[in-house]
């Protein structure tokens, strides 16, 4: 079995104790006393794993808010707790929001501060959240971001492959159409795609992938991000896939494929499309611009071909 390439399993140095954590949030308070913007919605980033990647500016609008909603509130407890947060929690998730909008917009006219947090990381992406930001921002009000971590961008800085420009897909459908045209989607895009999977479809994904891009695509797959066994493995669709298959992955995973390569453009297909625009009534230099910049064809080439009669 081909090897893919491995990243170590990162270290989680120590957090400070209990105590000191608390102590850290009382004084991110005292050092920005306004980090709450009265009547305004605030879209918190908390961390994807390790509790010390979260800014000092979030931890003062969470300390002050009026209420923080949360997708999960037992979730949100083990981050709370550690840095000494009383600050009340409320649910808010697609079973919910549609009475629990109402409310928080009222709360928000009656100038409260909300915070607004997802399980991890930054939230709307692949998360819950825009129903309450279209409100807030139909209703006039401000919503503010607070920015900090993201799986995305975290995989995307280590997986090796050119991180920029991007798309995110999020997470696929198990199946049907939606599934097969976000998976077509994705192999076509001429850039790096991200994509997030539970651990026992990875392979199945990885498969499908291979299937449509081909089994030597570069892709990185980044897991456990932030946490004690943080692993990420780089290689082709068929390598990574392979490994998955002999090592079962666990946790959190961000599938980073790396975009289509253009097909270089052959003299004959270049003549056929000059032909083509030269019988539309197009001009020479007209043509030559057009095989340049549509087409990737050298100047020389598309000067001859545009000339060609």
């Known amino acids: ?8 399993p990162g270290t989680t140095p120590d957090l400070p104790a209990a105590e000191g954590a608390s102590a850290l949030a009382g004084r991110a ?3 920005w006393p306004q980090a709450i913007t009265p009547g305004a919605l605030h879209v918190v980033s908390t961390p994807i794993g390790h509790l010390g990647d979260i800014t000092l500016r979030a931890l003062a609008v969470l300390r002050e808010a009026a209420v923080i ?5 037992r979730h949100a407890r083990p981050l709370l707790d550690r840095y000494g ?6 649910a808010l998730h697609e079973h919910n929001e549609a009475s629990m909008i109402p409310r928080l917009l009222d709360r928000l006219r009656a100038g409260e501060g909300v915070a607004l947090i997802s399980d991890a990381g930054t939230p709307l992406v692949s998360d819950p959240g825009a129903r309450l930001v279209d409100a807030a921002i139909s209703a006039g009000l401000r919503v503010v971001p607070i920015p900090g971590a993201s799986a995305t961008l975290a995989a995307l800085v280590a997986c090796g492959l050119t991180p920029h420009p991007f798309t995110v897909l999020g997470f696929l459908d198990r199946k049907g159409k939606e599934r097969e045209n976000a998976l ?10 991200v994509l997030f999977e539970s651990p026992n479809r990875l392979v199945d994904t990885l498969r499908d992938l291979a299937v449509l891009a081909g089994t030597g695509r570069a892709v990185a797959v980044a897991r456990e991000l932030t946490k004690h066994f943080e692993e990420i493995k780089r290689g082709t669709l068929e390598e990574v896939a392979a490994y998955y298959e002999a090592v079962p992955p666990r946790g ?8 289509a390569t253009a097909a270089e453009p052959t003299e004959d297909g270049l003549r056929a499309t000059a032909d083509a625009l030269r019988a539309e009534g197009f001009r020479p230099r007209d043509i030559v611009r057009m ?7 050298s100047r020389n080439l598309a000067y001859r071909l545009a000339h060609d009669t």
């Open 184 to 193: 077509a989607m994705a192999v076509r895009l001429p850039h790096a795609v």
């Open 69 to 73: 909603c949360c997708e999960d509130t």
């Open 252 to 259: 959190e995973i961000v599938i980073v494929l790396a975009g």
């Open 291 to 297: 095989l340049m910049d549509e087409h990737g064809a």
């Open 85 to 90: 947060i009383g600050t009340s929690t409320l």
């Open 29 to 31: 308070a005292e050092l």
């Open 1 to 8: 079995m081909p090897e893919a390439d491995v990243s170590q």
